[in-house]
DNA sequence: GAAGTTCGGTCAACAATGTTGACTCCGACT
DNA sequence: AGTCGGAGTCAACATTGTTGACCGAACTTC
């Protein structure tokens, strides 16, 4: 094999630079050559790399959540559980979610917004529940999720923001779990 | 007065120009030459008049809600009546709404984006409701109504986008009816 | 060992972007 | 008449993503 060992360590230090830039400033305000400098090489060597921006976009923001807590937790305790999961999402996961909103401008990056809101939260939500509208409830239930994050980090709502964390995974977990497997009133 | 005859027609002509590239193209797919292109003058003269790209932005992009329906329903009709806005919010509407979610990496975009947010959704509702913790609820819907907004425009979700409408607003009139005037179950 | 090929790296350039400044022109007021 | 202010035009600037030309080193092949 040629040579690869100074190869694989630039292009990991620039997808890790890259992954950083795009989660903290979003797509459209880094470029290329901020990517570059960070990770101690050639704006052209970014390109050369991964084709370009956008694919190198692609290629470092993947958003996954570890599903384990929906599956192994009692189907009448899973709205709060999701609940959890959604307010204990912080860090990395709030720049990646914000970074393929933002970009989501651009078709690829709304494709991938679209397939990560599907295995985010619609398939694992849609494996735990059954009967004829199962595949509704849990689409319900991914915008309900996906409802949360919107108004925590992309509007911005300050009320819910300052809001107890009790309380607000008490009132959205009965929520979830109320679309999740409705009380027949 | 000094000659405002022509620069009033111009302005215009750049605002609706823009109004509409703004909204079918989005803030960073949108150029300001494109913009000067379609109102028949030249670039300078689109930064001359507003100052910024963004600048124009914000005074194109507005996002209005006529909130009547919501306040002369009954109060235990308010949620059906919120989802059907919600569903016949269409053409410019989401347009507007998109540009800003996907504008709002942008600070003031983002500012833009929160006060919609507040006083289309959030606003209205806490006009309706009483008791200690009604601006809660009133977050707590509104959050709900981005989210389905955010499902089916943001996030593309396919299976929400090609459900029955009367079904969807039934069922999201339910949801959102009951944070809005919980069952005390 | 010599030649050649392939790949990582560097540099300069390209077109397109938002924005600015200099300049012209024309209507309005003194 | 003259001057002043704003509309319009044009050329330029810095910055963006991206490309192509070159260089050098390491591995393969004879």
Redesign the pocket.
């Known amino acids: ?4 060992g ?2 694989v ?3 990991e230090s620039i997808h890790s630079a890259a992954a950083q830039l795009f989660r903290s400033r979003g797509y459209s305000r ?5 990517i570059a400098a960070e990770a101690g ?9 991964f ?4 694919l190198l976009f692609l290629e470092t923001m993947h958003l996954t959540l570890d599903d384990e807590p929906l599956l192994d937790v009692p189907l009448e305790r899973l709205g709060e559980r999701l609940a959890e999961l959604l307010l204990d999402l912080g860090g990395s996961a709030r720049g990646v979610f914000l970074a393929l909103v933002h970009g989501s401008n651009e078709p690829h990056i709304h494709d991938r917004l679209r397939d990560t809101h599907e295995h985010l939260f619609v398939e694992p939500l849609r494996r735990r529940l059954s009967g004829p509208d199962a595949g509704i409830r849990a689409r319900m239930a991914a915008a309900v999720a996906g409802g949360l994050l919107y108004a925590l980090w992309v509007a911005g709502d300050q009320g819910l923001l300052r809001m107890d964390r009790a309380e607000l995974v008490s009132r959205y977990g009965t929520l979830l779990q109320d679309v999740l497997t409705p009380r027949t009133s």
């Open positions: 094999m040629l040579q690869t100074s190869s360590s630039t292009r880094t470029t290329v050559r901020q090489t050639d704006p052209a060597l970014v390109i050369r790399h084709k370009s921006k956008e």
